[in-house]
């Protein structure tokens, strides 16, 4: 009898080991799944923000197909319905994020640590425990060897003490064995409380979390009415039929503004009007060309006047015509005053100036010393007013004729002399 409660004791007491040794070996995988449920909490909470960004985005699309003139009212109205539900799911993944953390990860980690004092505390406990009821035991054998002695040397009074010591012996294997069972029973129940707390914690997630999905069924419902409001894009609804007839018998008027003009055409205009005012008011500096063309007085405008100028043929025509100063030389030598060059001295060329031509002459003077800014001309000469010709080219083209025209008489009067 006493081999088996042995036996029974030792069994007890090694299941109650293992099961001490498998709480204590659960602590990384505890720790674990707190971190890796901190870091979905965190991750959760960046979805969250990033959900209600995009919901907003949502919204606004839902909201630019509701106000459309009636094609696709219908369809803005279930992406409104869409968004509404997707708002609900996102509060109701606000709160399930906010369990996971209050609920169950923040216990959870406190509880930890209690799991630990309580783990300790009971293998102390089963440890002392055991130890008295083997120094019991132990008492009780050596008394019971002893008066096993005294009954061999054949002392009848040693009898009776020696069955009352094994009696003994064997309440003191009992009691470790119900020891034993206690201390095995206290670390089942401790085992089990564990993960029955941690399903407490779990539950209000999953609460949360069925709500949550709860939703997904109304979302197949405006799912399948999207569909069928989508199903046919080339044709419209009655609603958009409805809209043009109220639109035909309304006295609804649309004015069409033409769009502005082209970049290419807008700058040419402004190039125009630049080039424009700056042949009215930019100051002109003479060059030697002009200087030469002023002195010998070939910059000639076509005459209003019925006077013409010497040097001018009976048409009037002026330089920008075509007329180069050299021209305008041999038809003044075979004009009226029968002047030829190397023939004499050169007549005095005098000038009949009507008042129409004094006060062309006036305007062009004043204008020319406002764009000059000084109270002269330069050099002692006036350059030559700035519509006297009809553009750049033809100014050009004259100034350089002129100049031509002055050095070949300047070589003739030297020839002559």
């Not at 971190?35 to 959900?51: E, F, N, P, Y």
């Not at 216990?107 to 293998?123: C, F, G, I, N, T």
């Not at 709500?211 to 009415?225: A, C, K, R, S, W």
């Not at 204008?367 to 000059?372: G, H, I, V, Y």
């Amino acid at each position: 009898m006493d081999a088996g409660i042995e036996k029974e004791c030792s069994a007890l007491g090694g299941l109650f080991q293992l099961i001490m040794n498998d709480m204590k070996a659960s602590y990384p995988t505890w720790e674990d799944f707190v971190t890796k449920g901190a870091k979905l909490q965190s991750q959760l909470r960046t979805t969250i923000m990033v959900t209600g960004a995009f919901l907003d985005a949502f919204q606004k699309v839902a909201d630019m197909a509701t106000g459309t003139r009636g094609a696709t009212k219908e369809i803005g109205s279930a992406l409104t319905r869409m968004c509404m539900r997707h708002r609900s799911i996102e509060s109701k993944l606000k709160l399930f994020t906010t369990a996971l953390s209050e609920s169950l990860i923040t216990p959870l980690e406190l509880k930890m640590e209690e799991w630990k004092k309580v783990a300790s505390q009971l293998d102390k406990d089963h440890a002392k425990e055991y130890k008295k009821a083997r120094a019991d035991i132990k008492k009780k054998s050596s008394d019971t060897i002893k008066l096993q002695k005294k009954v061999k040397k054949g002392k009848d009074e040693a009898r009776g003490q020696l069955d009352s010591a094994l009696q003994d012996v064997n309440v003191r294997y009992a009691v470790l064995e119900e020891t034993e069972k206690r201390a095995v029973c206290r670390a089942l129940i401790e085992e089990r409380a564990r993960y029955c707390s941690f399903v407490s914690m779990l539950k209000p997630v999953l609460d949360h979390e069925i709500n949550m999905l709860g939703e997904v069924t109304h979302l197949q419902t405006i799912l399948e009415d999207l569909s069928n409001l989508t199903a046919e894009p080339n044709k419209l609804p009655a609603a958009s039929e409805q809209v043009i007839l109220d639109l035909k018998g309304s006295d609804f008027t649309y004015t069409y503004q033409t769009p502005p003009a082209s970049p290419s055409n807008t700058l040419s205009r402004k190039s125009s009007i630049s080039s424009n005012y700056q042949s009215g008011s930019v100051r002109h500096v003479p060059s030697l060309d002009s200087i030469s063309c002023a002195v010998d007085g070939v910059h000639i405008q076509r005459c209003s006047s019925p006077y013409l100028l010497i040097g001018c043929d009976e048409t009037g025509r002026s330089l920008s015509e075509g007329n180069s100063p050299s021209r305008l030389g041999r038809q003044g030598s075979r004009g009226r005053y029968g002047y030829a060059a190397g023939h004499g001295p050169r007549p005095a060329l005098s000038r009949r100036v009507s008042r129409r031509d004094k006060i062309t002459d006036s305007l062009g003077s004043n204008n020319q010393l406002a764009a000059s800014g000084s109270g002269g001309a330069e050099n002692g000469l006036l350059a030559p007013p700035p519509n006297a010709y009809t553009n750049h080219a033809e100014r050009a083209r004259a100034l350089s004729a002129s100049g031509k025209s002055r050095f070949k008489k300047e070589e003739t009067l030297r020839a002559t002399q």
